[in-house]
């Protein structure tokens, strides 16, 4: 492999392709997308070599789950969940190659069933097809596997006949006898389509499934005795995606394990074996999906028995993606013939994956759901079409004080949420405009509110709440009408399709019909997105920035706070970053008095004591109000609304204020002239904050507000005074 000539022809493509550095940023070998695979250059081995990341998390968890293939403490089924594009099919296929290379095993034990593979999603059974591609492409790499079902068979009939299906399997036996008399081939494409055909016409999905174990067990029958179990990969089922064909697929995996847990122990699975096995020794299943397909299988009747069969691992945050873009961004910066504007943009993008404090993992890559494709899509879209904002970004990124990147992350921020308001996901989820602001609240942030008391954001856990609970504590609160409330979390969920992500996902998802959603059994919980959006989002100033919309040029009213442009004079001498904090904090005054209009109406109907007017602990404690997860200690504790936007937009606004102060391009006298006009500013804000208008769970924080302003009232030429909170202590 010549490593300079596969560089070269890839920095070629790149260079000649607007979108290159998102496209290398998620290339993969996969054969059946040129794209992917930059016209076939990206092998599997130049992949693995140069562009795959794996890290010790990851290796850790590989060699646990390859333990648990080899041993199981008596379960056999594992499910791989985790939301979409954060990584299984990778991890599935390192596991895969990790467990076969360290058991020195032959395809023999082994079968991937890659539910993808086939592009079959829109057959009318398209499990079934699936399965008996795999089934069929798994027989033409054995030797004589007709020969050895005949064998394994014959010697197990009479323990065989107990299993429900047994008709269909002794059929199969009958097509197979024939087939074998005519000597026929299942290499041969007629006589292989002549057997596709019969499984086609002959067999529902459980059957094929059955026949697909039947063939695995019987392909080493004549092997030589070994206690290594046969494992079945069953990857990307979110392909079908179906509610009644997913019940097909975990019926039959029931159905199989009650079954097949009955006779294990009596069948001969060696020729000239002493030795008898248990079903869970021996079958190892492991089945990737995310949390939206598991959501829909539908509960088994045997819910006891497969607690203690079934296991399952949520490998949502596993993978390290800013490792896995930075691993390729040196790779292709090895090449001095990336054209500058090429390196410019791995500049900016590396700058983003690896930002301290591990932030773009936990809020950027967080907010797409981990997803890694979508991440990278947004990321370099802002970077490629916002050179300029990109200039200031970096200029930010390249100082000393870290507590400045506050400022370039909101450069970000604001990029990217322009890009969701020109999509309409907000109009979607009924997050509202700003202009011509009404006394309307969000419903998708009560909701996410509502659901940061009762849930988490796991792909596996137990923490979820009933839909129908929702609707209902909804409809007591008179907050919406119940059709508008079953919308808005339909619309939330359906984000999943959206270059976002869903902000709620189910734990029990069943429908009522193809399209509507049951509530009276279904449950759901706030998703990575749905927690970001809810902590981060809706009260970061960028957000409120970003809903003054655009104007006639479709360019957004508002440049990010932290750009350079936002510190020139207009004509009447006036920065424009006073205008653009003055527009954003009338808005945010609407808000509140927004806020205290619904807040009321909220008390009034459940019967809360008025918080505006006597103690505000009964409604602080309900579930209106969200639970906040506290970075610095990880705790999480509740927090109104309102006081959440006012201490978030002092705290950006006053970093803004000391990144200025110390710009070496600006001389003393401007520098306390900007000093006396933001400290103008952050006094509105606290004094909306003392108002009457704002519920308050934190009167500390208040104080500690006022006592710095104070301070810096009393001398505008020290510029070291910090009002946010990160100086503040309780």
């Known amino acids: ?308 069969l079934y296991t399952h691992y949520d490998i949502t945050d596993w993978q390290d993606k800013h490792m896995i873009a930075q691993k390729r961004l040196d790779f292709l910066r090895e090449s001095p013939r990336l054209s500058p504007e090429k390196q410019y943009e791995s500049r900016c993008i590396s700058n983003i994956m690896l930002d301290s404090s591990r932030h773009t993992t936990n809020v950027f890559t967080a907010l797409f759901n981990n997803n890694y494709r979508k991440t990278i899509n947004a990321i370099t879209l802002a970077v490629k079409d916002h050179k300029k904002q990109f200039d200031d970004y970096n200029n930010i990124m390249g100082l000393d004080k870290q507590v400045y990147r506050y400022g370039a992350r909101g450069i970000l921020f604001k990029l990217i949420i322009d890009n969701f308001i020109r999509q309409n996901y907000f109009k979607e989820i009924g997050v509202l405009d700003l202009l011509g602001h009404t006394t309307d609240i969000s419903i998708a942030r009560l909701v996410l509110s509502y659901l940061s008391n009762y849930t988490d954001t796991g792909c596996g856990n137990n923490r979820h709440h009933p839909l129908r609970q929702l609707l209902q504590d909804f409809k007591d609160a008179q907050i919406s009408d119940p059709c508008n409330i079953m919308q808005i979390v339909q619309n939330m969920y359906n984000l999943e399709n959206a270059k976002w992500s869903h902000l709620i996902s189910f734990s029990q998802l069943d429908y009522i019909d193809n399209k509507n959603i049951n509530p009276e059994t279904s449950s759901l919980h706030y998703t990575c997105a749905g927690k970001i959006f809810l902590e981060t989002v809706t009260t970061h100033f960028e957000f409120f920035s970003s809903r003054m919309g655009f104007n006639q040029q479709n360019e957004p009213r508002n440049e990010p706070l932290f750009c350079k442009s936002n510190r020139i004079k207009d004509s009447d001498g006036k920065y424009k970053f006073v205008n653009v904090i003055e527009t954003i904090f009338n808005e945010v005054a609407k808000c509140c008095e927004s806020l205290r209009v619904h807040n009321k109406k909220v008390c009034l109907r459940t019967k809360y004591p008025d918080p505006y007017k006597y103690d505000i602990k009964i409604y602080h404690e309900s579930p209106f109000i969200a639970q906040i997860s506290k970075s610095s200690s990880g705790k999480r504790m509740k927090q109104f609304h309102e006081e959440r936007i006012i201490d978030s937009h002092i705290g950006y606004i006053d970093v803004f204020r000391k990144y200025i102060l110390n710009e070496t391009t600006i001389n003393v006298s401007e520098k306390i002239e900007i000093n006396k006009i933001l400290h103008r500013l952050l006094e509105k804000y606290v004094r909306l904050l003392e108002s009457d208008v704002v519920l308050k769970s934190n009167n500390h924080l208040l104080s500690h507000f006022k006592n710095q302003l104070n301070l810096i009232k009393k001398d505008f030429k020290n510029f070291d005074i910090a009002v946010n909170k990160e100086s503040y202590s309780s």
């Not at 993808?116 to 596997?145: H, M, R, W």
């Open 1 to 308: 492999m010549d490593k300079q000539r596969i560089l070269d022809q890839i920095v070629e493509r790149v260079n000649h392709d607007e979108t290159g550095i998102s496209r290398l940023l998620q290339a993969n070998p996969d054969s059946r997308l040129p794209r992917r695979s930059f016209d076939g250059i990206i092998t599997e081995e130049v992949f693995l070599t140069h562009l795959y990341f794996e890290s010790k998390v990851v290796e850790e968890h590989k060699k646990r789950l390859s333990s648990f293939l080899s041993n199981g403490d008596g379960r056999n089924t594992v499910f791989i969940l985790g939301y979409q594009g954060c990584g299984k099919t990778t991890f599935v296929s390192s596991l895969l190659n990790y467990y076969r290379s360290e058991k020195g095993l032959s395809s023999s034990s082994l079968l991937r069933v890659d539910c993808d593979a086939y592009g079959v999603t829109s057959d009318n059974d398209p499990l079934k097809s699936i399965f008996i591609q795999s089934l069929l492409s798994f027989l033409k790499s054995c030797v004589e596997p007709f020969e050895k079902f005949v064998l394994f068979f014959d010697k197990n009939v009479n323990v065989l006949t107990q299993l429900t299906n047994y008709r269909q399997i002794s059929a199969f036996r009958v097509f197979i006898d024939q087939f074998i008399r005519e000597k026929k081939n299942i290499n041969n494409i007629a006589e292989r389509d002549e057997c596709l055909s019969w499984f086609v016409q002959t067999y529902a999905f459980k059957d094929v499934f059955y026949i697909l174990f039947m063939f695995l067990l019987s392909n080493v029958f004549r092997e030589k005795e070994s206690t290594t179990p046969i494992v079945v990969f069953i990857d990307d089922l979110d392909s079908v995606d179906e509610h009644e064909t997913l019940r097909s697929f975990i019926t039959a995996v029931d159905d199989f394990t009650i079954d097949m847990s009955g006779i294990f122990h009596d069948l001969c699975i060696y020729e000239d074996a002493v030795d008898r096995y248990q079903y869970t020794d021996k079958i190892k299943i492991v089945i990737a999906m995310r949390e939206t397909t598991r959501a829909a299988l539908p509960s088994s009747h045997f819910s006891d028995i497969f607690n203690d």
